[in-house]
C-alpha cells in the first residue's frame, strides 16, 4: 500500500499545485485555452454526408457485392415520383399529357440518365411483318378516346409496368427518374438533384392541382439522411438551453452557469476543429457529438463547481481555498470518469459503421478537451468571476438525510434486495434475448419526417420500396440468348413471383418472351422464351436497335452479354425476413440451375439488414476489451482487486435491463444500438467508482463496517450521483427526441440504461457490498490515510 | 456509311465581317459535305470493342458498305461477322436529308427483314456508347449549326439536332480545316445539356489522295465510364457498288 499511497499522495499534490497555478496565472490560463479553442474551431469544417453508402466501410462485403453489380451494369441512384389524380383514372387524356410533360421535364433532372414512365414504355407490338417499338403513348393530347383506351388496356396487361409504375386499378403511376452520380462531392450532388426534383414538383403540382405527388427514392432518403444530420445538430441549440437550466438549478449561481458554459462551447469549439482537421464528414449519427459533448462535459464542471459552492457555503472558505480544495478533491475523479468515458467511445472504432467511428473519436476528443477545460478555464474563470454566497446548511442535510434514509433501508435487508434485483435483472436479461435486429432503413425515420410518409404511401399504394438483385451468370459470352439460360431465367422469375413478399419481378426472360411474340405476330402461344440461340441473339439484336435514348437495356445486360441483372421489389418486410428471403433465393438458385447461375442477393436494403449484425459481431470484441479495460482502471482507482471484479456487475447490468426493458417497449434494435454497451459503460462506470470509493473510504479511513460505509456512501454521494444522472439524462432525453431512429433509439435505450444503473448502484450495489464484506474481519486503515482516491466532495 | 471526313478543297470559305455566326457554322459543315463529295462508294471493315468501368471488354466485328448520294443521303449496308450468334444479321440503311431514315434488319436465322422503328434511333447501337444517330450519314440538314471558335486550323462548331427524338441537345464539332475539314473531336451533351460523350478521332490516312478516314473511333461515356472503341481496317473505294447492292435482296445475300 505505501508505493501506492505515495501515488496518491503525489496526484493530490500534483492537483493542488495545478489549482494553485492555474488560479495565479488566471488570465493567462484563460486566454492560452481560449486560444487553443479558437485556434482549434479555425480549423473547423463541418460538411454533410446524405450519401447512404457511409453507412458501410470499404471492407464490408455486402457493399463490395452491390458495387461489383453496379459497376457490371449501370450504377443507378434514383428518385421516384408517384402521381395520384383526384379523378382515379390515370388514362384520360389530360392526365396523360400532364404525366408525359412531366416526364420530359424529369429528362433536365441533373445527372439523370433514365426516365421510365407509363407513356415512355417502350411498348412492344408487331405491325405487319415488323416489330414496332414505340412510346405507349406519345403526343397524348391528339389521341382519340379509342386510342387512350387501347393504351390502357395494354398498359394494364403489361407485366413491367404493374406494380412498379401503375397500380392495378390504373389510378396511381409513378415516373422513375435515375441519376447517375458521380459521387465526387454527394455533399453537392445530392442537395442539386433534390433543390431541382422539389421545384419541379411545385410546378408541376401549380399547374396541374388534380395530382397528388409522392416520392421516394434513394436520392430522397440520401436527402432525408442529410436533412436528419441537420436537424439532429439543431438539436445542440436545445441542448445548450437545457445545459443553462440544469446548470443553475444545481449550482444556484450565475457566474457557475456561464463558466460552465463557456467550458461545454470551448470542448466543442475544439471538437468541430478536429472534425475539420480530420476531414470527417457529418452523417446523422456522427451529427449528434455536439450535444454528446454537452451532455457529458457538463458533469465534470459541475462536480467541481458543486464541491466548491459547498465548500463555501458549508464550510464557509474563501473562494480561492474552496476551489484549490475542489479541484484536489475532483480532479481524479473527473480525470478518471473522463478516461473511462474516452475508453468508451474509443470502443465505437471496433464496429464495422463508419459513422459510429467518428462519432467515436469526436465525442473522445471532446471528452479529453472537455476534461482540460475543467480543470484549467473553468478554475481561472471561477477566479476571476467575483462569486459570493451564502451559508445554507438547511437545504442540505434535508437532501442528505434522505439519501441516509434510503441507505439505511438497504443495510437493513441485503439479502432479500439482492434477491429482489437478481431476479428482476434475471427476467429482463432473459426478455432482452427477444430483441430482434431490424435495420428497415425507411424506419429509420419517424412519421414527422416527409420521406418516411410519403414512403409508407408508395408501399401502400402502388408498388414496394425495397428491392433485392442478383446478378445470373450464363458463364460465357453472349451466353445470355443460350435458351437453357433463359428458361432457367425463366423459371427463376416464375419461382419469384410465387413468393409472398414479391412485389414485382424485373428479369431478362420477360424481355426475351415479349420480343419473341412480337416476330410471330404478337401471337399468345410465343410468350415464352426463343428456344433457339441464334434467333435469340437476333431478336435481340433487333430489339436493342430498336430503343431510345436512355432506355436501353445496359442497365440489364452487361457489356460482354454473359449476365443479366434480376431486380426483385419487395413488400416492407423486416430485416430478418429480408436476409431469409434473399437466401432462399441463393438456394432456389443452387438448387435449380448450373453453378455458373449461383448468385448473391445484393441491394442497399439488403447491406442495411445485415448492418446490425455485422455491428454487433464486430462490437463484441470491443465491448469485452472496453470492460477489462474500464474494470482495470475501476481496479486501479480503487486499489481494491475484488471491488474491481465486483464492480462488473453494477457496470454491466444496466445494459442488460436496458435491453430488457426495450423488448417490452420495441423488441427490435437497429445498428445504432448496437454502441451503447461500451459507450453506456463508460459513463455509468462513474456511478459505481463513486459509491465504491466513498465506501471504501468510510472503512478505511474511517474504520466504519460494511454498514456504516454504506450509509456513509449514501450520504456523501447520493447527490452527486443523481445530479450527474439527471444531467446525463436530460442530454440523451433532448437527443431521444431526434426524427432519425439511429440516434433517437440509441438515446432512448441510453436513458432507461442510466435511470437503471443509478438504481443498480443504489439497491444492488450496496447489498452485494454488504454482503461480500461479511466474512471481513474488521480491518480499519489508520484514520491518517486521508489521501485516499477521494472521488467527490 | 460515311463518316464526314473530307478533302483539301474548299479554300473559299472566307467570311465576311457581316457573317453571322449561324451562317459561318452552315458554311463550314456544307464545305466539310464538299470537301468529302466524290468518293462514291466503300468498304471497310471495324472491330467493335466495348469496354465497362471495370475494364472488363467484348467485341464485335462488322463489314461496313457505303454509296454516296447526292440528291438524298448515303445508303449503308452493315454485316456482322461475330459475335458467333448474331453473324450474318445485317443491317441496311437509307438516310434522308430530311425526315427519318428507313432502316431494315436481316435476321438469318429465321431468314427474314425486319423493318425497325424509324422514331428511335437515339438508343445505343449494339449495347455500345455509339447511338445509331452517331454512326449513320451525317447530312448537313440534320443539325441546325453554329460557329463557335478557331484556334489555328481546328474550327469548333456547335450543331443542333432537327430531330426532336435525338437524345442531344447539340454536339460541338472540331474540323481541321487544313486536313480536308476532317473532324478531330465531337462533345455530345445530353437532353438536359450536360457533357454526355466525347468521340475522338485518330489515325487518320488520305484515301485517293482526298479522302480522309481515321482508323480508330474512340467514345468515353463521361457519366457511365464505358467506352467504346471502333478499328477501321482494309478501306476500299474501289468497291464499285451500286444501288442493286443496297436493296433488301442485297440484304438478304449479305447474311449469306
Known sequence: ?793 | MKYTVLVLIALFTIGTQAQTAEERGLEIAKAAEQADLGFISSTVNLKMTLKNKNGQTSERSLTTRTLELIEDGDKSLIVFNSPKDVKGTSTLTFTHKVGPDDQWLYLPSIKRVKRISSNNKSGPFVGSEFAYEDLSSQEVEKYTYKFLESNGTLITIEQDPVDPKSGYTRRLVTYNKDKGYRIEKVDFYDRKNALLKTLTYSGYKLYKNKFWRASTFNMVNHQSNKETLLNFSDYNFNANLTEDDFSQNALKRAGK
Open chain 1, 1 to 793: 500500500m505505501n508505493a501506492l499511497k505515495k501515488v496518491s499522495n503525489a496526484s493530490n499534490r500534483f492537483a493542488k499545485r495545478w489549482a494553485e497555478f492555474v488560479i495565479k496565472k488566471k488570465w493567462l490560463v484563460l486566454i492560452g485555452t481560449l486560444v487553443l479553442a479558437l485556434g482549434l474551431a479555425s480549423k473547423g469544417n463541418m460538411e454533410f454526408d446524405g450519401d447512404y453508402h457511409v453507412f458501410f466501410s470499404k471492407s464490408n462485403p455486402e457493399l463490395e457485392a452491390f458495387d461489383a453489380l453496379q459497376e457490371k451494369y449501370t450504377k443507378d441512384d434514383n428518385v421516384i415520383l408517384v402521381l395520384s389524380p383526384s379523378n382515379g383514372d390515370i388514362f384520360t387524356r389530360e392526365n396523360l399529357t400532364a404525366i408525359e410533360e412531366l416526364t420530359t421535364e424529369s429528362w433536365n433532372t441533373p445527372y439523370s440518365s433514365r426516365v421510365d414512365a407509363v407513356t415512355n414504355f417502350q411498348h412492344t407490338s408487331a405491325v405487319d411483318d415488323d416489330l414496332y417499338v414505340d412510346d405507349l403513348s406519345y403526343e397524348s393530347a391528339l389521341k382519340s378516346d379509342a386510342e387512350i383506351a387501347m393504351i390502357r388496356e395494354k398498359a394494364l396487361k403489361e407485366p413491367l409496368l404493374v406494380h412498379r409504375i401503375l397500380n392495378e386499378e390504373g389510378s396511381i403511376t409513378a415516373i422513375n427518374i435515375t441519376v447517375r452520380l458521380p459521387g465526387v462531392d454527394s455533399a453537392k450532388e445530392i442537395p442539386e438533384v433534390t433543390v431541382f426534383v422539389r421545384q419541379m414538383i411545385d410546378d408541376f403540382k401549380a399547374k396541374h392541382p388534380n395530382f397528388e405527388i409522392h416520392s421516394s427514392g434513394l436520392v430522397p432518403l440520401n436527402t432525408a439522411f442529410f436533412e436528419a444530420s441537420m436537424a439532429d445538430m439543431a438539436l445542440t441549440l436545445f441542448m445548450l438551453i437545457v445545459v443553462i437550466i440544469t446548470t443553475f438549478v444545481l449550482t444556484r449561481n450565475v457566474y457557475s452557469t456561464i463558466a460552465t458554459l463557456i467550458v461545454v462551447m470551448f470542448s466543442i469549439m475544439s471538437a468541430i476543429g478536429f472534425v475539420g482537421l480530420m476531414g470527417i464528414k457529418l452523417t446523422p449519427p456522427s451529427a449528434v457529438f455536439p450535444t454528446m459533448i454537452l451532455t457529458l462535459a457538463v458533469a465534470d464542471s459541475i462536480h467541481i463547481l458543486i464541491t466548491m459552492l459547498q465548500k463555501m457555503r458549508k464550510d464557509s472558505l474563501t473562494k480561492v481555498e474552496a476551489l484549490i480544495e475542489s479541484m484536489r478533491l475532483n480532479f481524479m475523479p473527473v480525470f478518471i470518469t473522463s478516461l473511462t468515458t474516452i475508453i468508451g467511445f474509443l470502443t465505437m472504432n471496433f464496429g464495422d459503421v463508419p459513422p459510429f467511428w467518428d462519432l467515436g473519436n469526436i465525442t473522445a476528443f471532446g471528452m479529453l478537451m472537455a476534461f482540460l477545460f475543467s480543470t484549467t478555464t473553468l478554475p481561472a474563470l471561477m477566479a476571476i468571476f467575483p462569486v459570493k454566497t451564502k451559508a445554507k446548511e438547511a437545504v442540505q442535510s434535508v437532501g442528505k438525510n434522505g439519501y441516509a434514509r434510503l441507505g439505511n433501508f438497504v443495510v437493513k435487508q441485503p439479502v432479500r434486495l439482492t434477491i429482489v434485483s437478481l431476479v428482476i435483472i434475471g427476467g429482463l436479461s432473459f426478455l432482452a434475448t427477444k430483441n430482434t435486429f431490424n435495420d428497415e432503413f425507411i424506419n429509420y425515420f419517424d412519421k414527422s419526417v416527409r420521406f418516411r410518409t410519403d414512403t409508407d404511401y408508395i408501399s401502400e399504394n402502388l408498388t414496394g420500396i425495397y428491392n433485392i438483385e442478383y446478378s445470373i451468370g450464363s458463364g460465357e459470352s453472349g451466353g445470355i440468348n443460350n435458351p437453357e439460360y433463359l428458361q432457367k431465367l425463366n423459371d427463376f422469375e416464375d419461382w419469384l413471383n410465387d413468393q409472398p413478399e414479391v412485389v414485382h419481378v424485373n428479369a431478362f426472360s420477360e424481355v426475351a418472351r415479349r420480343v419473341n411474340r412480337s416476330m410471330h405476330g404478337d401471337d399468345e402461344n410465343f410468350y415464352k422464351v426463343p428456344e433457339n440461340r441464334e434467333e435469340a441473339a437476333q431478336y435481340l439484336l433487333l430489339y436493342e436497335l430498336s430503343l431510345p435514348f436512355g432506355l436501353d437495356l445496359n442497365n440489364q445486360i452487361n457489356v460482354d452479354k454473359s449476365e443479366t441483372r434480376v431486380t426483385v421489389t419487395l413488400k416492407n418486410i423486416d430485416s430478418p425476413e429480408m436476409i431469409a428471403f434473399s437466401e432462399r433465393g441463393e438456394q432456389w438458385l443452387r438448387d435449380n440451375t448450373p453453378e455458373e447461375m449461383h448468385a448473391l442477393g445484393v441491394s442497399p436494403m439488403l447491406m442495411f439488414s445485415k448492418l446490425g449484425f455485422r455491428q454487433a459481431d464486430s462490437m463484441f470484441k470491443g465491448n469485452i476489451i472496453a470492460l477489462i479495460l474500464i474494470s482495470l482502471v475501476l481496479m486501479l482507482a480503487l486499489r481494491n482487486f475484488k471491488l474491481g471484479l465486483l464492480s462488473i456487475i453494477p457496470n454491466v447490468t444496466p445494459v442488460l435491463v436496458g435491453f430488457g426493458i426495450w423488448a417490452l417497449y420495441k423488441a427490435q434494435i437497429n445498428t445504432g444500438m448496437v454502441i451503447v454497451f461500451g459507450m453506456t459503460l463508460g459513463i455509468i462506470v462513474d456511478d459505481t467508482v463513486h459509491f465504491m470509493s466513498k465506501f471504501l473510504r468510510a472503512k478505511r479511513e474511517l474504520g466504519y463496517d460494511s454498514k456504516q460505509a454504506v450509509v456513509y456512501a449514501f450520504e456523501t454521494v447520493g447527490k452527486a450521483l443523481v445530479t450527474t444522472t439527471i444531467v446525463l439524462i436530460a442530454g440523451f432525453t433532448v437527443l431521444s427526441t431526434s426524427s432519425f431512429a439511429l440516434n433517437s433509439y440509441m438515446a432512448r435505450i441510453t436513458v432507461i440504461i442510466i435511470l437503471g444503473a443509478l438504481i443498480i448502484d443504489f439497491i444492488l450495489l450496496p447489498s452485494l457490498l454488504i454482503l461480500t464484506s461479511r466474512k471481513e474481519t474488521k480491518t480499519a486503515n489508520s484514520p491518517a490515510n486521508l489521501n485516499q482516491i477521494i472521488l467527490d466532495k
